[in-house]
């Protein structure tokens, strides 16, 4: 070991040049251990090194592999659905994160175990071997094949298995006419882009002989349970598709997944808010008529409607093919409340109404003051009953008086001046006081009093009209709510899901879930 020269011509004390600088035991130690571990650390598995070099020395990726160019090379194809990340319904996407397991046979990778110290499986990167190249059909927006290369096996016999993870996002056409209480049917289409069904031909792992239809061919066993769908069925099937250019058959698996929605979020935040609107609808016509809301209160529920359809239109895709239930629902309501406009209108023009400007017809006295409340379990008010006791009596006084006055509240002046019959057979008893200003002075009251039981005429037909009002109201009132049960009742009860009663499979074929179940008790799965 070289010692550097100190200032001074010196060298460094204990540093001599050409001697070993001494170790302390923890460097011995470490010395050891390494000593030890370096030919396990450097060798590895002797008998797999071998292998893999004899296996991958003469072997070609790009090529099919096959003894004759002729023969057939089955792929066997599954999926294991890990879980369902989304289902946008305004975009048609299903996004899934799913286990791709791909079984077939390659004749370069085959071995004895025997000569290989009983190695039966190699583990080699996907990359460095032939892969089938099966894509995603009804690709929507993202990888048509699986990015992630991770390791094959490679068993003895030559048969190849290579199982990666993938993302998809896959076309499916989403169904709104029952939403929220929907049902969808998603699929997922794989096959060969590049060879035909004589070159490689596709098949699902668990294909029942003599049948293209697998009823389970999905696998749920590592699915994670969705908060928003329920998975009713995952049937596979096999088809073969003839195209004009080539007359090869081009095989593909189409993966069926059925979904049930799980409404509880929609019927919260969705539904009975619109139920609560439509309610306060029927309620515009309980409200009295002199508040001078009715309108105002009518044109603010119609606003709210506008509110939920444009949340409605940012969840459901642009489809021009069906109306959704909730859609239906909304412009029901809508309806109802535009009718409610006009009909309060109607209802306070009634309301306002005074003898001085429309006539009450016989016909709508009898109908809406005699008849209808009595149907509508209505009391009269108790102006109704003074005003016919006094009404009678009035009129009995005023026949046996002899009286005559006319109806108009102001009295023409040759009337006022007229001298009744009766008071020219009084004129005799009169005192001192002159016939003139007695006549005038009696007919002046009777003036009053005519004016007076003009006034009572008025105001009692002034509340016959409020009171006809108030009929109306109550007519509508027992209308609208009977059109808003039975609609509401006749629209979402048409939904299918809502009489489904079968159990999802997710739940029954996920060991996740019951795994989850055991560990926390006290979650809901």
């Given at each position: 070991?070289?010692?550097?020269?100190?200032?001074?011509g010196?060298?460094?004390?204990?540093?001599?040049?050409?001697?070993?600088?001494?170790?302390?035991?923890?460097?011995?130690?470490?010395?050891?251990?390494?000593?030890?571990?370096?030919?396990?650390?450097?060798?590895?598995?002797?008998?797999?090194?071998?292998?893999?070099?004899?296996?991958m020395?003469?072997?070609?990726?790009?090529?099919?592999?096959?003894s004759?160019?002729?023969?057939?090379?089955?792929?066997?194809?599954?999926?294991?659905?890990?879980?369902?990340?989304?289902?946008?319904?305004?975009?048609?996407?299903m996004?899934?994160?799913?286990?791709?397991?791909?079984?077939?046979?390659?004749?370069?990778?085959?071995?004895?175990?025997?000569?290989?110290?009983?190695?039966?499986?190699?583990?080699?990167?996907?990359?460095?071997?032939?892969?089938?190249?099966?894509?995603?059909?009804?690709?929507?927006?993202?990888?048509?094949?699986?990015?992630?290369?991770?390791?094959?096996?490679?068993?003895?016999?030559?048969?190849?298995?290579?199982?990666?993870p993938?993302?998809?996002?896959?076309?499916?056409?989403?169904?709104?006419?029952?939403?929220?209480?929907?049902?969808?049917d998603?699929?997922?289409?794989?096959?060969?882009?590049?060879?035909?069904?004589?070159?490689?031909?596709?098949?699902?792992?668990?294909?029942?002989?003599?049948?293209?239809?697998?009823?389970?061919?999905?696998?749920?066993?590592?699915?994670?349970?969705?908060?928003?769908?329920?998975?009713?069925?995952?049937?596979?099937?096999?088809?073969?598709k003839?195209?004009?250019?080539?007359?090869?058959?081009?095989?593909?698996?189409?993966?069926?997944?059925?979904?049930?929605?799980?409404?509880?979020?929609?019927?919260?935040?969705?539904?009975?808010?619109?139920?609560?609107?439509?309610?306060?609808?029927?309620?515009?016509?309980?409200?009295?008529?002199?508040?001078?809301?009715?309108?105002?209160?009518?044109?603010?529920?119609?606003?709210?409607?506008?509110?939920?359809?444009?949340v409605?239109?940012?969840?459901?895709?642009?489809?021009?093919?069906?109306?959704?239930?909730?859609?239906?629902?909304?412009?029901?309501?809508?309806?109802?409340?535009?009718?409610?406009?006009?009909?309060?209108i109607?209802?306070?023009?009634?309301?306002?109404?005074?003898?001085?400007?429309?006539?009450?017809?016989?016909?709508?006295?009898?109908?809406?003051?005699?008849?209808?409340?009595?149907?509508?379990?209505?009391?009269?008010?108790?102006?109704?009953?003074?005003?016919?006791?006094?009404?009678?009596?009035?009129a009995?006084?005023?026949?046996?008086?002899?009286?005559?006055?006319?109806?108009?509240?102001?009295?023409?002046?040759?009337?006022?001046?007229?001298?009744?019959?009766?008071?020219?057979?009084?004129?005799?008893?009169?005192?001192?006081?002159?016939?003139?200003?007695?006549?005038?002075?009696?007919?002046?009251?009777?003036?009053?009093?005519?004016?007076?039981?003009?006034?009572?005429d008025?105001?009692?037909?002034?509340?016959?009209?409020?009171?006809?009002?108030?009929?109306?109201?109550?007519?509508?009132?027992?209308?609208?709510?009977?059109?808003?049960?039975?609609?509401?009742?006749?629209?979402?009860?048409?939904?299918?899901s809502?009489?489904?009663?079968?159990?999802?499979?997710?739940?029954?074929?996920?060991?996740?879930?019951?795994?989850?179940?055991?560990?926390?008790?006290?979650?809901?799965?």
């Amino acid at each position: 070991m070289a010692s550097w020269p100190l200032p001074g011509g010196r060298r460094r004390a204990g540093a001599r040049r050409g001697s070993p600088s001494m170790a302390g035991p923890a460097e011995l130690l470490v010395a050891a251990l390494l000593t030890l571990c370096a030919p396990r650390c450097c060798l590895g598995n002797p008998d797999a090194k071998r292998l893999y070099d004899d296996l991958m020395s003469s072997y070609n990726r790009l090529i099919r592999p096959v003894s004759n160019n002729s023969d057939r090379l089955t792929v066997r194809m599954g999926l294991k659905l890990s879980q369902l990340i989304d289902v946008n319904l305004k975009n048609q996407i299903m996004t899934t994160n799913v286990w791709v397991n791909q079984e077939w046979s390659d004749h370069k990778l085959k071995w004895d175990p025997q000569e290989y110290g009983g190695v039966t499986e190699l583990y080699v990167p996907a990359e460095q071997i032939w892969l089938p190249d099966i894509v995603l059909y009804n690709n929507a927006d993202g990888n048509y094949e699986v990015t992630i290369m991770t390791k094959a096996i490679i068993h003895e016999d030559g048969r190849v298995v290579w199982n990666p993870p993938a993302i998809y996002k896959s076309f499916c056409q989403i169904d709104v006419q029952y939403f929220p209480f929907d049902k969808q049917d998603c699929f997922m289409k794989f096959g060969s882009w590049t060879y035909d069904g004589f070159q490689v031909d596709l098949k699902h792992v668990s294909e029942i002989p003599d049948t293209n239809i697998v009823p389970v061919g999905i696998d749920l066993t590592e699915f994670y349970l969705s908060v928003e769908w329920d998975i009713m069925a995952v049937p596979a099937m096999r088809r073969e598709k003839f195209y004009s250019c080539c007359e090869q058959p081009y095989p593909d698996i189409t993966f069926n997944i059925t979904l049930r929605r799980k409404t509880l979020f929609y019927t919260v935040n969705l539904i009975i808010p619109c139920v609560g609107i439509s309610c306060l609808s029927v309620l515009v016509f309980y409200l009295p008529s002199d508040s001078g809301e009715k309108v105002s209160l009518s044109i603010s529920i119609m606003l709210s409607l506008t509110f939920f359809f444009l949340v409605l239109a940012e969840i459901i895709p642009p489809t021009s093919l069906a109306m959704p239930l909730l859609g239906k629902y909304l412009v029901f309501t809508m309806i109802l409340v535009t009718v409610s406009v006009l009909v309060t209108i109607a209802v306070l023009n009634v309301h306002f109404r005074s003898p001085s400007t429309h006539r009450m017809a016989p016909w709508v006295r009898r109908l809406f003051v005699h008849l209808m409340p009595r149907l509508l379990l209505m009391r009269p008010p108790q102006y109704r009953i003074e005003v016919d006791e006094g009404s009678s009596s009035s009129a009995k006084s005023a026949h046996q008086g002899n009286a005559h006055v006319d109806d108009s509240v102001i009295m023409p002046e040759p009337l006022l001046l007229a001298r009744p019959q009766g008071l020219r057979q009084a004129d005799p008893v009169v005192g001192d006081q002159p016939p003139g200003d007695i006549e005038r002075a009696i007919h002046n009251a009777m003036f009053i009093a005519q004016h007076i039981d003009n006034n009572d005429d008025f105001e009692s037909i002034r509340e016959d009209w409020k009171y006809v009002a108030m009929v109306l109201d109550r007519l509508f009132l027992w209308l609208f709510t009977i059109a808003c049960v039975v609609g509401a009742a006749g629209i979402f009860l048409q939904a299918p899901s809502l009489y489904d009663q079968t159990d999802p499979i997710d739940v029954k074929f996920s060991q996740v879930a019951r795994r989850m179940k055991k560990d926390y008790p006290w979650t809901d799965v």
